[in-house]
């Protein structure tokens, strides 16, 4: 939808008036009307990295979910402020996984004797908690851009890796590119009791998969795929890993949201494309590479924007920058200092993957 101009003046004239004073992030999944606005844009990774790159900014406003928010601060120094402009952008992927749960589920490996054995891998699309438990037993942080290199190293640092809280993502990287079989992958189903696995099935598995999936990703399936082929000769299809395994296995080229925007500006014009990604960036995607006759389809019109992304709209951006411009302090993400410290630790070893 095109943006209200006197929302988009107000914007403009209070992020102006801020100056220096914000850094404004937007993940690839946000509005067009937010996006606008955004000084850096860029998958998970990028945006964990690039929120530290302004010390001098006295607040970062990040156009994203929960998570993200959560992660920029832990990487802030502590004077920087981090605002998320809709407390409600949450994660339902990220809530899949909660502190008591996995707690419980690390006991869980302990009785089967195998938690030494156990590193945890956690993908960023999860809570601070789970970030801090992370760092805690030894494990490391992941994206989807940086997923493989994050299972190179933990199979380094112990046997078996517990993949938390996506089961498609580390079901997807093991089978896909680190050459494991699916039957090296168990599921554990937090809402079962021992996971609904046997110590056996634990001490047989290399890799321990969360049971948590994506809403939106995970309603794309091997029909999308076969429909779209069908109905478009001769399309690429480029899906993120978020994907369940049958739809990935089926796709002709996996990736980040950012891959994802690489492998289009690298492709000739002429070529068709359909995605399976969130429907914002889609659109953004097909509309920008229209006049390089570069063909960009949604892989399934069933599938509707991520909800709790799209919470961030232009209104909340405004009041939030208007609020900050007034010198007021609204929406802050604050990590508690323990957790934190923790979950420093492993998004550091994140960003220190070679
Ligand atoms: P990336 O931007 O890292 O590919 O992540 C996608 C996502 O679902 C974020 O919520
Ligand atoms: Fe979470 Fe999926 Fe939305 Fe990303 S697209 S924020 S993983 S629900």
Redesign the pocket.
């Known amino acids: 939808s095109p943006s209200d101009p006197d929302l988009v003046e107000r914007a403009r004239a209070a992020k102006a008036k801020l100056g220096d004073k914000v850094f404004v992030l937007g993940?690839?999944?946000q509005r067009d009307e937010v996006i606008q606005f955004a000084d850096v844009t860029g998958?998970?990774?990028k945006l964990a990295r690039d929120a530290a790159a302004r010390p001098q900014a006295e607040y970062i406003v990040f156009c994203g979910?929960h998570f993200m928010a959560e992660s920029a601060d832990i990487l802030t120094g502590d004077d920087q402020k981090v605002v998320l402009p809709d407390l409600a952008a949450g994660?339902s992927m990220a809530d899949m996984a909660t502190a008591e749960q996995v707690a419980e589920c690390w006991d869980v490996l302990t009785e089967a004797g195998i938690a030494e054995q156990v590193v945890p891998v956690s993908y960023?699309?999860s809570s601070a908690d789970i970030k801090a438990f992370t760092g805690k037993h030894g494990g490391t942080i992941c994206?989807?851009?940086n997923a493989k290199r994050a299972l190179d190293w933990a199979f380094q640092q112990g046997e078996k890796v517990l993949f938390l809280p996506d089961q498609h993502l580390g079901r997807n990287t093991a089978v896909r590119d680190m050459g494991m079989s699916l039957e090296d992958c168990v599921v554990y189903n937090p809402h079962k009791p021992n996971g609904g696995l046997t110590a056996e099935e634990l001490r047989g598995a290399k890799m321990i998969l969360w049971r948590g999936h994506?809403s939106v990703?995970g309603r794309f399936s091997l029909d999308s795929v076969n429909e779209v082929r069908e109905r478009i000769p001769g399309v690429n299809v480029l899906v993120?890993p978020?994907c369940r395994h049958e739809v990935v296995a089926a796709a002709d080229h996996v990736g980040?949201?950012?891959y994802i925007i690489k492998t289009l500006e690298a492709a000739p014009a002429g070529s068709k494309w359909a995605i399976g990604t969130?429907l914002n960036l889609v659109r953004r995607l097909a509309n920008r590479f229209a006049s390089e006759d570069k063909e960009i389809v949604f892989l399934d019109r069933t599938v509707c924007f991520?909800s709790t992304?799209n919470r961030i709209d232009l209104p909340h951006l405004v009041w939030a920058l208007e609020s900050l411009a007034e010198g007021t302090l609204v929406n802050r993400i604050e990590v508690d200092k323990e957790t934190e410290a923790f979950a420093k630790l492993a998004l550091e070893r994140m960003l220190a993957l070679p």
């Open positions: 993940h690839h999944y998958d998970s990774f979910v994660c960023m699309n994206t989807s851009s994506c990703h993120h978020e980040s949201t950012e969130e991520c992304m």
